[in-house]
């Protein structure tokens, strides 16, 4: 007979249930994630050429719809998401 694998605690479903409880805990800092930690920036996407291709063909009825996804795709703007404190989450030997 195999042993049940225990399935992994939903952390962020826990601090949302436990929210109260947590808050009020004197080492809260240890459990949550720094308020600051992720950041996000968008850039416009650099075209070689005054109109992008795909923002032209974006224009017409194209019937495809992953065509469309595509189209969508290459032609938004980047979105770029940074870990503030990613060089602190590994080992305590890898630290910076």
């Known amino acids: 007979v195999k042993p049940r694998l225990a399935d992994p605690i939903d952390f962020e479903e826990y601090v949302s249930k436990n929210k109260v409880m947590l808050n009020n805990d004197p080492l809260r800092e240890l459990l949550l994630f720094p308020p600051d930690d992720i950041s996000h920036c ?40 940074t870990h503030k404190y990613l060089p ?9």
């Open 88 to 96: 602190y989450s590994g080992s305590y030997l890898h630290l910076p």
């Open 42 to 81: 968008v850039t416009s996407r650099v075209t070689r050429t005054l109109q992008s291709l795909a923002f032209l063909y974006l224009k017409e009825d194209v019937s495809d719809p992953f065509v469309q996804q595509c189209l969508q795709t290459y032609s938004q703007d980047l979105t770029t998401i």
